[in-house]
């Protein structure tokens, strides 16, 4: 460690999640030095993201109080614990909700990015070893994704921090630590997808990021389904080929019937970016007969399931999902950090409102204008 900061204890500012369906609290925290494989972040930049809302909203079944929340952040490293190698002091880096460690059977299998490594206690709300960093007013403070963003520090694990760029601003940057990379890399990490035909439903910061994403890859059509009209322009220039709204449909039709129209049977790929159960069947319907593949990444509420008539899997659809775009953290986020800095990935489009730490509340409240 070389930071002055370093081996103490800092105290600084952060937004407190009290308890659930409450504003949060601007208090002051104290925030404990890193233990083994660990490492703590001055948080610069934090974005707000619909799940920080969820879990506030008292929805989440994994939602924990009182915690820090916030998974969208950029940062400097302030200093790091005993045994890690992978970050150093002064690195600008981003934290991942979605480890990589690269040695559990997961990371080695090669076929997914849910590494298992802290998956357990990140859920319980604590670090690898059980215990947590924060406190305020004598009382332990919840971690949150293992990343708790709406802190001036954090501490995170290191396998769940990556370096980027340091020439990428960091204001921006930090939200490819959750939506835009969720959407694009859903997509560009399809396998074939190139030259099909592709449905997006729900024109969001995920959705959105799906458009781009058909675009890199050169899809056909792509098609953006909203039921808000008002996004037709920004799915346009996002990569949508055409727009619907399903209200606009003539009545009797349903949007599965106007996809499978429009693409003669049914669509290759479709992707679902609303958490709607619904929808997510609209969108495994609307996959063509012996090949389609739908694709789930919208997060429903808890207890929710899904349900769709088997034959529509016995001939050939496929039903499958996607968290964080299916993207390894350390080893792939710095490469579309790369994609965001020559200009294949739009990113600077998707900020809307700047608050500072003591408007984080108003910051929640610019987020649910549409």
């Known amino acids: 460690m070389s930071s002055e900061t370093a081996g103490k204890v800092i105290t600084c500012k952060a937004a407190i999640a009290w308890e659930a369906d409450k504003p949060l609290s601007i208090e002051d925290v104290e925030v404990s030095p890193p233990k083994a494989h660990e490492v703590r972040v001055k948080i610069l930049y934090t974005g707000i993201c619909h799940t920080d809302a969820y879990t506030l909203s008292g929805q989440d079944a994994e939602g924990i109080f009182p915690s820090i929340l916030g998974h969208e952040g950029g940062g400097v490293v302030e200093s790091v614990g005993e045994g890690v190698t992978n970050v150093k002091v002064g690195d600008h880096v981003i934290p991942l909700y979605t480890a990589e460690c690269r040695e559990c059977k997961f990371c080695k299998s090669g076929k997914t990015n849910l590494c298992g490594a802290v998956r357990a206690t990140q859920g319980k709300g604590v670090m690898p070893d059980g215990t947590v960093r924060f406190k305020c007013k004598g009382k332990d403070i919840y971690h949150f994704m293992g990343t708790s963003t709406f802190s001036q520090y954090t501490v995170v694990a290191d396998v769940s921090i990556v370096t980027v760029n340091p020439n990428a601003p960091l204001d921006k940057a930090c939200l490819l630590g959750c939506g835009i990379t969720t959407g694009f890399g859903a997509l560009t990490k399809t396998p074939d997808v190139e030259n099909s035909n592709v449905a997006v439903f729900g024109v969001g910061c995920v959705g959105l990021s799906i458009l781009q994403g058909a675009r890199a890859k050169k899809c056909a059509k792509v098609i953006a389904i909203d039921t808000n009209s008002n996004k037709k322009d920004v799915a346009l220039k996002f990569g949508a080929t055409e727009f619907i709204n399903p209200?606009?449909?003539?009545?009797?039709?349903?949007?599965?019937?106007?996809?499978?129209?429009?693409?003669?049977?049914?669509?290759?790929?479709?992707?679902d970016a609303t958490g709607n159960i619904q929808v997510m069947r609209q969108a495994l319907e609307a996959c063509h007969k012996g090949w389609g593949v739908s694709t789930v990444i919208g997060v429903a509420p808890a207890g929710a399931e899904i349900s769709t008539r088997p034959f529509q899997l016995v001939t050939g659809r496929v039903w499958k999902g996607s968290a964080f775009g299916g993207v390894k953290g350390r080893t792939e986020l710095p490469g579309i950090v790369e994609d965001y800095m020559n200009g294949t990935l739009m990113v600077d489009e998707f900020v809307t409102h700047h608050q500072t730490l003591s408007g984080i509340n108003a910051g929640f409240d610019d987020m649910h204008i549409r």
Do not use: A
């Open 247 to 271: 209200k606009d449909l003539p009545e009797g039709q349903s949007i599965v019937d106007k996809l499978i129209e429009m693409t003669d049977g049914g669509c290759d790929f479709t992707y």
